[in-house]
């Protein structure tokens, strides 16, 4: 930036070239200190001696100007030197504290939907589960729980979850649509092992198409084996069947399925797929839509599973067994072994089920036969005489009330 001194008729009046020297060196002082100097404030030169002291105090207040300047400049960089220090602390901050966030929530996030109901939430909406046990496996999932339902329900979505037209193709299972869940396949099956149900509705409308005709196939889904599945309802393996075929009120009553009709007009199957075995649907596969005319359409829900599954009254057979009925915490257990007794292990439920250490053997061992039962409870208990518990694990000899579950202090 240039910076020009205005001079006044008064200095143009001045004398000789000290005198317009001592005018560039207050122009060039304003310059640098960006503040107005008066005309009388330097005095004017009589002779040699006077300019060049002049000059020297001009400079000195330059040179002084120049380093308050490299000063100032240092200053404005250390200012962004700690800025970027600051925001990369406030980064930090917020990344340690998120990561600190989702390590508690994973030592606290419940199995299922029906776990948290017990713990008192009861509001309807999307909510972090951890089916394969608290830190181990797989990380948690994020699922929809419908409180209002009885049982409980714990929802598993999808990203096929709206009505979708199928493409024209005339081959069997010429259309495919791959179903990408929002669960790994681990947890949604560790989900399946611990409820007492669970289910897939899907639906197929349809317009002069079938699913099945003149015994060719042209529709199936995939089970989560891999394998094709021709049944629309229920758990029927092997079969090809509809809801109307099982309830025997299909528009054709000699056919299994309405679509299979191949009415010139829009009809319908649809069901809900129970068979734990087999769920969640991998993939959909429709064809048969040769001509025009045809036309139809798939829907799939997500994976439903309610309730709790049953802990059985005798003694499971290893860790493994007692994780599938629900149990999430290491601890002592009694399992049931060949030689039909009773072994004390410790299940460390943590672990992988393939770990060695997932299973340890404590040597100790129950072998005459009598009456033993292992109960327990969760919450707070106040009571004297008689403890009422919320479940039981093992009930030989029936010694156990499985109806009040009561047990008497003696």
Not at 231 to 246: I, K, P, Q, R, T
Request: net charge negative; aromatic share 6%; proline share 4%.
């Amino acid at each position: 930036m240039s910076c020009v001194k205005e001079i006044s008729r008064t200095e143009f009046k001045m004398r000789g070239i000290a005198s317009l020297l001592v005018v560039a060196l207050i122009a060039s002082t304003e310059c640098s200190s960006g503040k107005k100097l008066a005309p009388n404030s330097v005095s004017n030169p009589k002779s040699v001696a006077d300019l060049e002291e002049i000059i020297s105090t001009m400079m000195t207040k330059i040179e002084d100007l120049a380093k308050e300047n490299t000063q100032l400049k240092l200053d404005i960089t250390q200012l962004k030197v700690n800025d970027e220090k600051m925001k990369s602390l406030v980064e930090n901050t917020v990344e340690n504290r998120l990561q600190y966030l989702e390590a508690v929530t994973r030592q606290i996030t419940p199995p299922t939907c029906e776990t948290l109901a017990s713990l008192g939430v009861t509001r309807t909406g999307t909510y972090l589960v951890d089916p394969d046990g608290v830190l181990r496996g797989d990380p948690p999932i994020q699922v929809l729980c419908d409180m209002k339902t009885d049982p409980v329900s714990t929802i598993v979505l999808h990203d096929a979850m709206e009505n979708t037209e199928i493409d024209h193709c005339p081959d069997p299972g010429c259309y495919s649509r791959g179903i990408a869940y929002h669960a790994s396949m681990k947890q949604m099956q560790a989900l399946i092992e611990q409820s007492e149900s669970c289910e897939q509705k899907i639906r197929y409308d349809c317009f002069s198409t079938a699913l099945t005709t003149s015994n060719t196939d042209y529709a199936w889904w995939v089970d989560r084996h891999e394998e094709p599945q021709y049944y629309w309802a229920g758990a029927h393996a092997g079969e090809h069947v509809c809801s109307c075929g099982l309830t025997e009120n299909c528009i054709d009553p000699t056919l299994p399925c309405n679509c299979d009709a191949e009415a010139p007009e829009w009809e319908s199957d649809e069901g809900a797929i129970t068979n734990g075995t087999a769920l969640p649907i991998t993939e959909l596969r429709f064809g048969g839509l040769q001509f025009d005319g045809q036309k139809a359409n798939h829907t799939l829900g997500g994976l439903i599973c309610q309730g709790k599954a049953a802990s059985p009254d005798n003694p499971a057979e290893s860790c493994s067994s007692l994780r599938k009925a629900g149990h999430t915490h290491a601890g002592y257990y009694l399992i049931s072994t060949k030689e039909g007794r009773l072994d004390v292990v410790f299940c460390r439920m943590n672990l992988e089920d393939t770990d060695v250490d997932f299973q340890l053997d404590t040597g100790g061992r129950i072998v005459e036969e009598s009456v033993y039962f292992n109960v327990y409870r969760t919450s707070m208990w106040n009571s004297t005489g008689v403890i009422t518990f919320e479940g039981i694990e093992v009930n030989m000899g029936d010694a156990m009330s499985s109806s009040s579950r009561l047990a008497i202090l003696v």
